[in-house]
């Protein structure tokens, strides 16, 4: 029983992530949007989100998507050039770089936030209460063992 479990659960989420993935490449990155890849849009909603919280700053940024800053300014270039980021000068201090969405990115990341929104909303209708709770509790588990796995060799 205990091997069938583990098949389960390790198909599971391996399709499980593959599969949204495809999904959101999908639906996001097609008509005029289809220059982009889905790590393009993960880094715009990232941008997206720390302009929304006032501090656009590639060091506030590069931690939400698990990076480096130096790994967010190569991503940032082509979407610069794409037209959905810009850089922008601090207005307090003129030396500090922020990046900021373009109405263009703006739009993307509504449309990708409105994907997020129906897929959860989606599983919300089809379980129960009880369920959802069930779902809920099993899926912090599996973030805290991602999240435990993530920060491994940071402390270095």
Do not use: W
């Not at 940032?76 to 980021?85: A, F, R, S, T």
């Not at 929104?117 to 588990?141: C, F, G, P, R």
Request: with cysteine.
């Amino acid at each position: 029983m205990q091997d069938l479990t583990y098949t389960a659960l390790n198909e599971f989420l391996v399709g499980a992530f593959n599969e949204i993935l495809r999904i959101e490449g999908r639906v996001l990155c097609r008509g005029p949007f289809q220059n982009l890849s889905i790590r393009e849009v993960h880094v715009i909603e990232a941008v997206c989100q720390a302009h929304t919280q006032g501090d656009s700053r590639p060091s506030v940024i590069a931690p939400l998507l698990g990076i480096t800053a130096g790994s967010l300014t190569t991503a940032v270039g082509p979407l610069i050039k794409k037209g959905y980021l810009q850089r922008k000068r601090g207005e307090k201090d003129k030396r500090s770089v922020l990046l900021c969405p373009t109405e263009k990115g703006l739009e993307i990341n509504r449309i990708h936030a409105t994907f997020h929104h129906d897929m959860v909303s989606s599983v919300i209708q089809a379980l129960s209460n009880e369920e959802l709770q069930a779902l809920v509790k099993a899926l912090d588990t599996i973030q805290q063992y991602f999240s435990e796995k993530s920060m491994e060799g940071k402390e270095d």
